[in-house]
């Protein structure tokens, strides 16, 4: 008896404790898995300077657009701008937050490992099952000083859906009317030809065992595991080999209004590397529903501010590319646009 | 002798509750599935059961070439498993039965049902798929290395400790006298255990190849490592398939859109469907058996 009520009240003091200690701000965030090492590093430095904690769980960016719908979580992160259904489909009107950049690189399996040039639209033909083989003349033309095998093109693609593969196929539907037309753009497609390996180190793991294997990974993943890949072509004719830097120059183009409507895919920017693009934080405009406290949303703001500003600093370790200086202005201007019963906070 | 009368009541009470929880349970994952499927079933239409395209950009979404490669890589899995499980079940049945290599035997066809799915697949990874590649070059098949076969194999593998293990104690149940007499009458010991264990043990050997094909059919992590992943209507063993649960455990977790997640839980709900029927129709053939043998 004596032993129960000692447990009973055991039970109530450390309740009591942990609702006396939930008084320090906690922010919970979804997402997209491109980000999550660099948002792990750029979450664990703020709750060390300012100690605001934020817990993010890298569900993919579909995750991450349907929690924020769900208002389970207070942002979410996605790879892909939300298309036009599925804003109108959300409960109120969505904000888009670009942090960091990232680039997509073809990387394939070749003896030797020669460093290969190509075109978007050789790319998207290849991936269409077209050009089957190594030899074929459109890559020998792109690679004269190569000794490319008479083997097949093994095409490795993404079996689960992903904002990777949502930026690679924008780029392929840009660069070709026939992709655009047979697949389309999305973060799961209906491909035409290869096989499917789960997540980026899933296709990193499989080019890299298939004897003429060809697949896109993140630039990380390829940096990371010593793989070559492919220089493209960009929309000025350039020549450019994926880069921090030639991803941040992707959007040294004029800067709209509308962060979300600047694609960084095939950009004019002449030094810009062609597979490019944003990750964004989501969230909704008016941050007064479901009885939040304002102190939260204040400091989720201040937190998403330091993030485009001084955070950026850890992005070129981890091996992200940085929001060039006209993009964080205008995200700057997102962030002031966030309302509280209709009043902008920051 | 009140406390005797109230505990057996009781405790009759408390078995009757967790056979219909059990029955409920069942039910209920039914209707769940069926009630978050209602905007798939209302989009696709009986078309889902025969097309052949899945293509989450278009929002067309059939289920043809994932119940194929089910039913494909689960077949050969159970052929190769049950003709390994057969041949182990006779050797630890019959032969090893006791001492020390019998129990090393035994013990390491139990721990083969230990091993996690994900460990399985990590094997698959490394060993099969080259080795399936080294066999594929000399087919002249595309040397993808990945594919329903290596699925297949890997398969195979997994389901082998439950056929094997029941397979084992229906052998060993087999009345001595029995094989005494059919020895006696002259009998070779492989015309023995061809005509008389075999057939005597037939029954229950059955309810153990189909408790593996249950596992086959729901087996998801170790097949999406190896299967190759493509969503294209496929009988070719050598090239890539995917398989309904590979399928879920890919797509779930990034699929936005209502049709598109309903279409991903009518495949649980046809999976689910498929292995009830599945198991239905061996429990008919094990009872025939049974009455035949």
């Known amino acids: 008896m004596k032993l129960s009520r000692i447990s009973v009240i055991a039970l109530i003091l450390s309740l009591a404790a942990g609702l006396g200690f939930s008084q320090s701000v906690e922010l919970v965030g979804a997402g997209a898995t491109f980000p999550a090492p660099i948002y792990s590093k750029l979450f664990d430095q703020y709750a060390k300077e300012f100690g605001v904690k934020v817990n993010y769980q890298a569900i993919g960016s579909g995750g991450g657009q349907s929690q924020l719908k769900n208002k389970t979580v207070d942002f979410g992160a996605t790879d892909v701008v939300m298309t036009e259904k599925d804003l109108a489909g959300a409960p109120a009107p969505i904000l888009h937050i670009p942090t960091v950049a990232g680039a997509v690189v073809i990387t394939y399996n070749l003896p030797g490992n020669p460093e290969l040039k190509l075109t978007g639209d050789v790319v998207a033909d290849v991936f269409l099952g077209k050009v089957k083989k190594w030899n074929d003349s459109r890559i020998t033309d792109l690679n004269p000083s190569v000794k490319l095998p008479g083997t097949a093109i093994t095409v490795v693609h993404r079996s689960d859906g992903s904002g990777t593969t949502g930026v690679f196929s924008d780029y392929l539907s840009k660069v070709s009317d026939e992709w655009k037309q047979k697949v389309g753009t999305g973060t799961a497609l209906s491909w035409p030809a290869g096989v499917g390996a789960k997540g980026n180190p899933g296709v990193a793991g499989l080019v890299k065992q298939l004897p003429g294997g060809f697949g896109y990974v993140e630039l990380i993943y390829a940096l990371q595991n010593s793989m070559p890949f492919a220089q493209m072509k960009n929309k000025s004719g350039n020549w450019i080999k994926a880069s921090l830097a030639s991803t941040s120059a992707a959007a040294n183009v004029a800067v709209p209004d509308d962060v979300t409507k600047l694609s960084t895919t095939n950009s004019d920017a002449p030094d810009g590397y062609p597979i490019a693009s944003f990750t964004w934080l989501i969230l909704y405009k008016e941050q007064n529903y479901d009885n939040r406290p304002q102190a939260k949303v204040q400091a989720m703001l201040k937190m998403i501010s330091w993030m485009i500003h001084d955070g950026q600093k850890y992005a070129e370790p981890l091996s992200y590319a940085v929001l060039p200086a006209a993009v964080v202005a205008k995200a700057d201007a997102v962030i002031k646009s966030v309302t509280f019963n209709g009043k902008p906070l920051m | ?293």
């Open chain 2, 1 to 293: 002798m009140r406390s005797a009368r109230f505990s057996d009541s009781t405790f009759r009470t408390v078995l009757y509750l967790g056979g219909i929880a059990v029955s409920v349970l069942l039910i209920a994952i039914f209707f769940s599935l069926l009630l978050s499927s209602r905007p798939a079933l209302a989009a696709n239409g009986f078309r889902f059961l025969t097309g052949t395209e899945w293509n989450p950009v278009t929002g067309s979404f059939h289920a043809l070439p994932f119940v194929v490669g089910t039913l494909l890589t689960s077949l050969i899995a159970l052929v190769i498993a049950t003709i390994l499980s057969i041949a182990l079940s006779i050797l630890m049945g019959e032969y090893f039965r006791t001492g020390p290599f019998a129990s090393v035997m035994r013990t390491a066809v139990e721990l083969l049902a230990g091993i996690p799915s994900v460990v399985y697949g990590f094997i698959g990874v490394f060993f099969l798929v080259p080795a399936m590649r080294s066999v594929q070059i000399l087919l002249g098949a595309p040397p993808f290395g990945v594919g329903m076969l290596t699925a297949a194999v890997l398969l195979a593998f997994m389901i082998l400790p439950y056929s094997a293990s029941i397979g084992r104690e229906m052998i060993s149940l087999v009345p001595a006298d029995l094989k005494e007499a059919a020895l006696s009458l002259g009998a070779t010991p492989s015309e023995t255990i061809w005509r008389v264990t075999l057939p005597y043990a037939r029954s229950g050997m059955m309810g153990g190849i189909l408790l593996s094909l249950g596992r086959a059919l729901g087996e998801t992590m170790a097949v999406t490592m190896v299967i190759g992943n493509a969503n294209d209507l496929s009988l070719n063993p050598l090239g890539p398939g995917n398989t309904m649960a590979s399928l879920i455990a890919n797509e779930f977790s990034e699929a936005a859109g209502t049709v598109y997640l309903a279409s991903l839980i009518e495949i649980a709900l046809l999976l689910f469907v498929i292995s009830t029927l599945i198991n239905i129709a061996g429990k008919i053939v094990v009872n025939r058996m049974a009455q035949g043998g």
